[in-house]
T-cell receptor, first 116, second 114 residues
Framework: QQQVKQSPQSLIVQKGGISIINCAYE??????FPWYQQFPGKGPALLIA?????SEKKEGRFTISFNKSAKQFSLHIMDSQPGDSATYFC???????????????FGQGTTLQVKP | ETGVTQTPRHLVMGMTNKKSLKCEQH?????MYWYKQSAKKPLELMFV???????ENNSVPSRFSPECPNSSHLFLHLHTLQPEDSALYLC?????????????FGDGTRLSIL
């Protein structure tokens, strides 16, 4: 129930196309859904995040769509560029517990390649 | 420059060695984390520290021993590791408080166990 399932495992998109990565979760207690971007040799960096009180959030070319009833959320990258080639991780946070810190549960990751 | 610095970046050690990984954050955060990243697997949370106190141990084997002397520094002491412990070890930090605060990651230590 703590898992976050991410798909696809890898994705190849032409420059200018739309990249779509999907995630699904089971635990309805999750209340924070970030996406992280990781380049080779670097740590993950927060890209964009959403709370369950909204269905969509957009920042530049990156959009999160959130479907609370289906317990799914997705990342859309519009006008994909070669510089977007990286590994993308979705995550979900369970707030509370003994740590009182959002404990992030990560998906398996999607390796995106944008071809010029 | 991520604000979270990890050293060393690469480490090769034998199974009987003892070594330590270091993490330092310059962001004024008060929560710090250790994660393990293995190929084709989700990031695995290992330990969480809040205000220098360990608040989460995610069933990590005792051959991994964390230490948090202050809110800016975090160590992971390693001894008698196994080949399956070869992975990228990531440190992260965040602000503890109301709401979910983003975690900022270092670039990791690539650990190889011979």
């Amino acid at each position: 129930q703590q898992q976050v399932k991410q798909s696809p495992q890898s994705l190849i998109v032409q420059k200018g196309g739309i990249s779509i990565i999907n995630c699904a979760y089971e635990n309805t207690a999750f209340d924070y859904f970030p996406w992280y971007q990781q380049f080779p040799g670097k740590g993950p960096a927060l890209l964009i995040a959403i709370r369950p009180d909204v269905s969509e959030k957009k920042e530049g070319r990156f959009t999160i769509s959130f479907n609370k009833s289906a317990k799914q959320f997705s990342l859309h990258i519009m006008d994909s560029q070669p510089g977007d080639s990286a590994t993308y991780f979705c995550a979900a946070s369970v707030w509370g517990g003994s740590s009182n810190t959002g404990k992030l549960i990560f998906g398996q990751g999607t390796t995106l390649q944008v071809k010029p | 420059e991520t604000g979270v610095t990890q050293t060393p970046r690469h480490l090769v050690m034998g199974m009987t060695n003892k070594k330590s990984l270091k993490c330092e954050q310059h962001l004024g955060h008060n929560a710090m984390y250790w994660y393990k990243q293995s190929a084709k697997k989700p990031l695995e949370l290992m330990f969480v520290y809040n205000f220098k106190e360990q608040t989460e141990n995610n069933s990590v084997p005792s051959r991994f021993s964390p230490e948090c002397p202050n809110s800016s520094h975090l160590f992971l002491h390693l001894h008698t590791l196994q080949p399956e412990d070869s992975a990228l070890y990531l440190c992260a930090s965040s602000t503890q408080g109301s709401g979910n605060q983003p975690q900022h990651f270092g670039d990791g230590t690539r650990l190889s166990i011979l």
